[in-house]
Nanobody
């Protein structure tokens, strides 16, 4: 059983919108924080946003604040990332991940190796 399964993504023009979904299974969803990471070609994987399933705490990295919205449907064990006002620099493979620690404001500095579970990754391409 794959613990995190992503869907959504694709190709969009600059200024457009997309939504990613991350469905969790096989672990205690309410005890984990779900993250979205992204990795652009030639760059390191960076934390984009997180949400704590237990208390709904949310954080975003500065470059997506005001444009991306993370949300969680605990009944469906699914986390969403709504992305509006997309820019070419948002082009990357987007991954969801999970760890048992709280979502903090320093999501952009989160170390990917700290994650316990990973999704398969979805390509987002924003054309100019």
């Amino acid at each position: 059983e794959v613990p995190l399964v992503e869907s959504g993504g694709g190709l969009v023009q600059a200024g457009g919108s997309l939504r990613l979904s991350c469905a969790a299974s096989g672990f205690s969803f309410k005890d984990y924080t779900i993250y979205w990471f992204r990795q652009a070609p030639g760059k390191e994987r960076e934390g984009v946003s997180c949400i704590s399933s237990s208390d709904g705490r949310i954080a975003y990295t500065d470059s997506v604040k005001g444009r991306f919205t993370i949300s969680s449907d605990n009944a469906k064990r699914t986390v969403y990332l709504e992305m509006n006002g997309l820019k070419p620099e948002d082009t990357a493979v987007y991954y969801c991940a999970a760890d048992p620690w709280a979502c903090t404001g320093s999501v952009g500095n989160i170390v990917p190796s700290a994650m316990v579970y990973w999704g398969q990754g979805n390509q987002i391409t924003v054309s100019s």
